[in-house]
């Protein structure tokens, strides 16, 4: 579990990563839901693009890697205009 600071830490340490990501003007997702180190984002572009942007946040920091952890992947299409 660690100490109890852990959490804070790591709430810390990803807020300056992301800070950091953000700054460097990489292209963005339309949602990016943060809880502690697991983060949930929304893209309207290719898989290509979100692969390209895995890879530059990868090279970020040596320590943080960005994974697809349960292989999750939501689509929206068109019939959902309609409700």
Request: net charge positive.
């Amino acid at each position: 579990m660690g100490t109890k600071m852990a959490a804070a830490f790591a709430i810390i340490f990803m807020a300056k990563v992301e800070t950091d990501l953000k700054s460097k003007r990489f292209n963005w997702p339309l949602v990016w839901k943060r809880f502690i180190d697991d983060i949930f984002f929304l893209w309207n572009t290719t898989r290509q693009e979100v692969t390209q942007f895995i890879e530059q946040a990868n090279k970020h920091h040596q320590t943080i890697k960005f994974t697809n952890f349960l292989n999750t992947t939501v689509y929206k299409d068109e019939r959902f205009n309609r409700c």
